[in-house]
């Protein structure tokens, strides 16, 4: 891989372990309506393709089920309230950050998460480190990954070219994502979906702990 002056990170399952927390708002809908809850390993293969099929991965009858529009508001409400709750960074991710600031590699983060709780994250998180944060918004006609959209205003924001940046995620998502920008992939086995089904999908380089990406793009 070509050295590279921008990392443009996935967020749940990448930088943040975010799985209990999105777990505890889904089962906030589901009680609500009498529905069964979901575990932990079911959400964690839920997410990735944002919150509306979340929410329709969820709940019994899907995307056709009568209570879906207010189970999706009941979960978006609760999440709103509570995304913050047991989240927390994954080991080394802070450090990692740090030493990329401090060799002037532009950092952004484009996620299928909620734009609201992507910016809510990182202002709590990553303050002073990632200046550009974007979350979904197809509502606004922008597609979600892993269409291109958002990694391209995420690149044109800080200045960037797809040739000079590698993308770093943790699911096939992120790797059809990478491909659909132009960009070189890494992927994490740390995060939701884990290193046997990210082979599985074509994954060409899987790390095991952060600092491994500052070898891989010529920081060090």
């Not at 992939?185 to 952060?210: M, Q, T, V, Y």
Request: net charge negative.
């Amino acid at each position: 891989m070509n050295k590279k002056d921008t990392v443009v990170f996935d967020l749940d399952g990448t930088l943040l372990d975010t799985l209990e927390d999105l777990k505890n708002s889904v089962n906030y809908a589901m009680r609500h309506f009498d529905y069964p809850e979901r575990t932990l390993d079911e959400v964690r293969r839920f997410v990735g393709n944002g919150i509306v099929l979340l929410i329709q991965r969820a709940i019994p009858g899907g995307k056709d089920d009568p209570n879906f529009e207010e189970a999706f508001a009941l979960f978006k409400e609760h999440y709103g309230k509570h995304c913050n709750d047991t989240t927390k960074p994954y080991e080394g991710i802070m450090e990692l950050l740090h030493i990329l600031k401090e060799h002037n590699i532009k950092i952004a983060i484009v996620s299928n998460k909620a734009d609201f709780a992507v910016k809510e994250l990182n202002e709590i998180y990553f303050k002073g480190m990632i200046s550009v944060a974007i979350g979904e918004k197809e509502s606004e006609g922008i597609r979600k990954k892993p269409a291109p959209d958002t990694v391209r205003e995420a690149l044109k924001e800080l200045g960037s070219t797809a040739e000079s940046s590698v993308y770093v995620g943790d699911s096939d998502v992120d790797i059809e994502t990478a491909r659909n920008s132009g960009m070189d992939e890494i992927l994490c086995d740390w995060g939701f979906r884990g290193e046997e089904f990210l082979k599985e999908h074509g994954a060409k380089i899987i790390i095991k702990k952060p600092e491994e990406i500052l070898t891989i793009i010529g920081v060090k």
